[in-house]
């Protein structure tokens, strides 16, 4: 019987189907798998359904010898926490969860637009520390997007589905930077050049895939060329955004904001950020919801199903 390791608590639903596949161990901590628990799970389990944190490096792989595990079944869309390339060359294949957080991470992208711009989560902590004094003209006037100009960086299911909204939603003009021109259901510019695309958003949208090609790709030359009142909105990965930089970028006021839900350092918290009434800071929501995180679920144990019968799993990477 095939041993199969899930690394992280996941939805009852996931846990009930997935008992049925072999011989399962659940991992009940929430934490990332240290690196002594990566190595054992290589050796010891034929097949590892790890997720974000779980960081399977290229170093991870060279330090076992002998490794068991012919699939790394990674729950999430995301996997630049998989060194996929070492992964092959020791006879692992590896999937993911494309698709299935397209529409619930728009949405978190969209509720950080709208929070940032129209000061919510200051609002919000004045009441909780009862310092409302009640309604006036001029009280916390923040920026109206409606109309407004959305440059989405990395028009990929995610960055299509946040310029949909902004669009269709907002009447927000679409401009982008991806690797390619892309045909669209609405219209767009597109723009080769990352530089030229922010410098022109009042809401400047990230949604290109983490990895070595985009770390750091928004830094402070970037930042240096927007609007004074420009948004920034990242739900890609932390590292792709300089932070440091951010934080100078901000407190300047080269920008006029930003919607966070993911991190540099990851789950550790700046408080040059932390700090900021003109920030909005969430704890990695992108697909928080039971129904979205069951669908991963269920996608990452379709891909181990497939595999099991000597099928080619369908999210390869």
């Known amino acids: 019987m095939n041993k199969i390791f899930i690394t992280r608590p996941l939805p009852p639903e996931v846990l009930k189907k997935a008992k049925t596949l072999g011989e399962v161990t659940f991992r009940s901590l929430t934490s990332p798998l240290t690196t002594m ?110 109309g407004k100009i959305a440059a989405i960086i990395g028009m990929g299911r995610i960055g299509q589905a946040i310029a949909h909204r902004c669009h269709f939603g907002f009447g927000m003009d679409i401009i982008y930077n991806s690797r390619s021109s892309k045909n669209l259901d609405f219209p767009a510019t597109y723009f080769q050049n990352v530089e030229e695309a922010t410098k022109k958003g009042d809401v400047v949208f990230i949604a290109v895939p983490g990895g070595k090609a985009t770390r750091h790709l928004i830094n402070r030359r970037i930042f240096s060329t927007m609007k004074s009142h420009s948004i920034l909105v990242n739900i890609s990965r932390g590292d792709v955004i300089a932070e440091i930089d951010l934080i100078e970028a901000l407190k300047k006021g080269d920008i006029g904001g930003a919607g966070l839900d993911v991190y540099e350092f990851e789950p550790k918290i700046p408080e040059g950020l932390l700090e900021m009434e003109n920030v909005t800071l969430f704890p990695h929501l992108g697909s928080a919801s039971l129904e979205i995180r069951t669908e991963m679920g269920m996608m990452a144990l379709a891909n181990i199903v497939n595999f099991l019968n000597g099928k080619s799993p369908p999210n390869l990477v």
Request: proline share 3%.
């Open 37 to 146: 628990e990566m190595t054992e799970a290589l050796q010891n389990f034929d097949i590892i359904l790890p997720t974000l944190g779980d960081l399977f490096s290229e170093s991870i792989f060279q330090k076992v010898t002998k490794i068991r595990c012919k699939l790394l079944a990674n729950f999430g869309a995301g996997y630049n926490h998989i060194a996929v390339e070492a992964a092959k060359e020791k006879g692992v294949i590896v999937t993911n969860t494309p698709g299935v957080l397209t529409d619930a991470t728009a949405d978190i992208a969209l509720t950080l637009m709208l929070m940032t711009a129209r000061r919510a989560g200051e609002g919000e902590r004045l009441l909780r520390k009862g310092k409302w004094e009640g309604w006036h003209p001029t009280q916390m006037l923040g920026y109206h997007v409606s």
